[in-house]
């Protein structure tokens, strides 16, 4: 799985890594500081974050093009991760002022979107030069899998960092999460609350560590706390950063041979006299024209997708129960799924392994994590309380554990001639995605509609099991790992040379406008019954299936 790779992958790949985790450690409470912090409506939140994550993901277009033309990808990628590092730190300076704080917070939004614009492409274009190569070329695939799997490594640990952050600020601050208290306190605060929730407040301010009978001052203290806890959370993106651009200095020399742009590599072609080999106008509208009805199809899938920091951190916040026990305990422990991961590895490498060695250390390696599993679950709480951002620590970990067994299948279909071509598997990863969505609507019947519970702060009194959240990750985690890293592969693969930045910044703006559209459903989150929610999603996904099977054969012949 891991051999026959250059060595440049594995330090870009880390390099990403940290980025990632600063990334997914923001992500995780972004909406829940939103709301916290200046008490805005889940129509205002939703578009807040998916202009957010649309300006992220479609700022690479244009870091492609300053790299393509003018600066070339390593030192766009360095300027990067400098703008972002800029933004993090503004991002995690707390203030009191309401004007001031909105300023620092899209001040910082901005600055955290230049910079991903400039890094994520264009190191990933470095990632795909690599693999130009002909004695790495049939590696493409499972180099980015890999490169993938790095990513959510980073974006495993995030939410248990930010919730470890937020709660030790909080808890400093003599005060404990409750997700009511955010809502139940700005009303109280500018006058809308009525009598149920002014009661349900005081029970709440009374049950806190370090109870205050004054509701006015109670109030404002939570707000003013909880959103200072989450400012410190964001600065562990900045300590991540500083990981990130350490590991991509260092290394540098391992991935050199791949920092080269169009223009460099025409003067150094001139200087040694080499040819390089020029598509023609046909081939090349051809190819853009593919990758273009393919970046049509995604959009929709990262509409769904991107769901996770928005409608399904709602739900795990408003309808999921907090409570966990029996056997389901076990996930909500970040140590645990890392130790579960490690299994998965060891249990390939021992099929793998090609010496007595190797597979004697992946038993050894299997009985220690299985080990250290039994003893972490004998020891948990009867009880486990979990907050809404720690569901977002499923997706990345089911991409870690699942990538092996990926590459596995996929490398076993390939030796037989009968593996599917990169756009049939982003086709699946499309039908797939609506299943995820299949499994909320049947765990949404019967729960109330969000604005019928408006007046009790927001919370369902009829809360569903953890596990429908679980088995909805799990499956959305199948479609991912269909469609984005082989979506990443097809753009390296069939982009035309000259315009590989701009190209996978194409990747990135197609996913840009999906994230943007996340705030449709956003919008419909109110007086519409959830199952009804999840089935636009579902009926989006479907309809884009269908799409890229019936222009399958165009896809697969310009990827031949």
Known sequence: MFKNHPRGLYALALANTGERFGYYTMLAIFVLFLQAKF?????????????????????????????????????????GIVVMFTGYLLLAIPSEDYKASLIFMFGALALIAIG??????????????????????????SAFSLFYMAINIGALFAPTAATKVTNYFLGTAGLTYNPRIPALAHRFLDGSIDAAGKADLTALAASQPVPVSDLAAFSQHYISRLSEAYNYGFGVACLSLIVSILIYVIFRKTFKQADFNPKQAKAQAAATGVKLPELGKRETRERITALVLVFAVVIFFWMAFHQNGLTLTYFARDYTSSQVNGFSRLWFDVI?????????????????SERPKGKGISGLVLAFALAALIVRYTH?????????????????????????????????????????????????????????????????????????????????????????????????????????????????????????????????????????????????????????????????????????????????????
């Open 39 to 79: 008490g805005f409506s889940a129509i205002a939140t939703g578009q807040i974050f998916s202009t957010f994550l649309a300006a992220v993901y479609f700022m690479p277009l244009v870091g492609g093009i300053l790299a393509d033309k003018w600066l070339g990808y390593g030192k766009t990628v360095t300027i």
């Open 116 to 141: 991903t614009g400039l890094f994520k492409g264009n190191l990933q274009v470095m990632v795909g030069n690599l693999y130009d190569a002909p004695e790495y070329r049939d590696r493409r695939d």
């Open 336 to 352: 645990n799924l890392a130790l579960l991961a490690v299994a998965v590895y060891a249990v390939f490498g021992l099929f793998q």
């Open 380 to 560: 948990m709480p009867a009880v486990v309380h979990v907050l809404p951002q720690i569901f977002q620590q499923f997706n990345p970990f089911f991409v870690v554990a699942l990538t092996p067994v990926s590459l596995a299948l996929f490398g076993h279909l390939a030796a037989k001639k009968k593996e599917p071509s990169a756009p049939r598997k982003i086709g699946m990863g499309m039908v797939v995605a609506a299943l995820g969505f299949t499994i909320m609507a049947v765990g949404s019947l019967g729960l109330k509609t969000p604005n019928a519970l408006a007046s009790t702060g927001g919370v369902s009194d009829a809360l569903v099991s953890p596990n429908w959240l679980i088995g909805t990750y799990l499956t959305l985690t199948f479609a991912e790992l269909l469609l984005s890293p082989m979506g990443m592969s097809f753009v390296s693969k069939v982009a035309p040379p000259k315009y590989k930045g701009l190209m996978m910044g194409g990747w990135f703006a197609a996913t840009a406008v999906g994230n943007y559209m996340v705030s449709f459903i956003s919008n419909i989150w109110g007086d519409l019954p959830l199952w009804m929610v999840w089935s636009v999603l579902i009926v989006l996904c479907l309809l884009s299936a269908l799409f890229i099977f019936s222009i399958m054969k165009r896809l697969e012949k310009v990827a031949a």
